[in-house]
C-alpha cells in the first residue's frame, strides 16, 4: 500500500522552508526520501530506520515517527537546486510476501524554488 | 561511468507490437528492478531480480516478461504493446533486497510512447 504525501506541490522563494509530509497506514521499518529532477532520475536523498531518528542532507533534514507512522522531511533556507519532485517510500515494518523487499513510493511533492 | 544505465531512453511504437528495453549496473549490486511511473509520477514497482532469481513480481500483466542474463543486466520484455503502457519505466539497482538499508540507484528512464 503506497503512502500519501502532502502537499502535492509547494512554491518557494529562495531562502524560505517548506515541509513535506509522508503518511502510511501500516507499521513502516524505513521511509527513504528521493529528489526527481524533471526529466531526470530520482536520486537519493536519505533513508530513516524506525527509532525516530533524524538525518540531514546538506540544509535538507527529516525524521521519522514510527508510532504516527509518518516521516517529514524539512527544506530550510531552500535554494534554487531544491527545485523537483519529492517522493518518500515505505518498507513496511513486517516481513510478508506483502512488504518484504518492495519500497513503496507516494505520489510525489512538487517544489518550485524561485528567485 | 553511468552506474545504472538503460537503452533506449525513447521509444516509440505502435500499438500490437513488442519491445524490449535493456538495462545494465557496474555497481556491483546483487538487486535490480523495474518501476514503472506513469503519467501522475506515480512510481510503482513491477519487478525485482536478486542474483539473476526472480523475487518480486507485482501484479503486472503477462505481456511483461523480465530476464535477468547475469546479475549486472535487467531487460525488460513487453509483447503486444497497448496505449496503457506508456509511461516512463526505471530500472534501479540496490546492493541487496531493499531493507532499511539500501539505497536505490535509478537509471536515466526509457520514456515509452505506444500510439
Known amino acids: 500500500q503506497q503512502p500519501v504525501q502532502s502537499p502535492q506541490a509547494v512554491i518557494l522563494r529562495e531562502g524560505e522552508d517548506a515541509v513535506i509530509n509522508c503518511s502510511s497506514s501500516k507499521a513502516l521499518y524505513s521511509v527513504h526520501w528521493y529528489r526527481q529532477k524533471h526529466g531526470e532520475a530520482p536520486v537519493f536523498l536519505m533513508i530513516l530506520l524506525k527509532g525516530g531518528e533524524q538525518k540531514g542532507h546538506d540544509k535538507i533534514s527529516a525524521s521519522f515517527n514510527e508510532k504516527k507512522q509518518q516521516s517529514s522531511l524539512y527544506l530550510t533556507a531552500s535554494q534554487l537546486s531544491y527545485s523537483g519532485t519529492y517522493f518518500c517510500g515505505t518498507e513496511g515494518e513486517y516481513m510478508t510476501t506483502d512488504s518484504w523487499g518492495k519500497l513503496q513510493f507516494g505520489a510525489g511533492t512538487q517544489v518550485v524554488v524561485t528567485p | 561511468d553511468t552506474a545504472v544505465s538503460q537503452t533506449p531512453k525513447y521509444l516509440v511504437t505502435q500499438m500490437g507490437n513488442d519491445k524490449s528495453i535493456k538495462c545494465e549496473q557496474n555497481l556491483g549490486h546483487d538487486t535490480m528492478y523495474w518501476y514503472k511511473q506513469d503519467s501522475k509520477k506515480f512510481l510503482k514497482i513491477m519487478f525485482s531480480?536478486?542474483?539473476?532469481?526472480?523475487?518480486i513480481n507485482e501484479t503486472v500483466p503477462n505481456r511483461f516478461s523480465p530476464k535477468s542474463p547475469d546479475k549486472a543486466h535487467l531487460n525488460l520484455h513487453i509483447n503486444s504493446l497497448e496505449l496503457g503502457d506508456s509511461a516512463v519505466y526505471f530500472c534501479?539497482?540496490?546492493?541487496?533486497?531493499?531493507?532499511?538499508?539500501?539505497?536505490?540507484?535509478f537509471g536515466s528512464g526509457t520514456q515509452l510512447s505506444v500510439l
Open positions: 534501479a539497482s540496490s546492493q541487496d533486497l531493499v531493507r532499511g538499508q539500501e539505497k536505490l540507484f
Open positions: 531480480y536478486n542474483n539473476k532469481e526472480l523475487i
